[in-house]
């Protein structure tokens, strides 16, 4: 037979809380990696437009490599979306920064036409949207529930 005698208890509220954010901040980050990762996935590469309602098609890849995750933890936040374009090249819808919006929402852009004869010719042209955050945020949630769920 065993006996024990509990001399002293202590409880640190502050460890506990520590444990506690740091195990959130866990969490968030990884549901940011989650949703990157299925926006990211959602945009394919290749050379055809994508119809209207369907993610976006990445002629060059600069959409995918784009999306980024941040979380801050002193505001307990979670940012996941693409980083603004850099600036405007030769090609390219005007003003760049405007794309991923468009892309999301749908719009109006100016588009530089260049051709073989003709350079720098500006269009304004109407983009049907072609959402890919949103659906990313719902299979990224739709996921990051499945696996908290094998967890118990």
Do not use: C
């Not at 037979?1 to 195990?23: P, T």
């Not at 990762?37 to 369907?54: D, F, L, M, Q, T």
């Amino acid at each position: 037979m065993f006996s024990f005698r509990l001399k002293e208890l202590e409880f640190d509220a502050d460890r506990v809380m520590r444990a506690v954010e740091d195990a959130g901040a866990r969490s968030m980050r990884r549901a940011g990696a989650f949703i990157r990762a299925a926006a990211r996935s959602s945009i394919r590469k290749r050379k055809r437009v994508s119809n209207p309602g369907e993610p976006p098609s990445s002629h060059a890849g600069d959409l995918r490599r784009l999306i980024v995750f941040d979380y801050d933890r002193s505001s307990n936040s979670l940012v996941v979306g693409p980083m603004l374009f850099p600036g405007a090249r030769k090609g390219h819808v005007l003003p760049d920064d405007t794309v991923p919006h468009i892309l999301e929402y749908g719009g109006n852009a100016t588009v530089i036409k260049s051709g073989k004869t003709v350079w720098g010719k500006r269009k304004r042209i109407h983009i049907k949207a072609r959402p890919y955050m949103r659906p990313a945020f719902e299979k990224g949630l739709k996921d990051m529930y499945k696996k908290w769920q094998e967890i118990k």
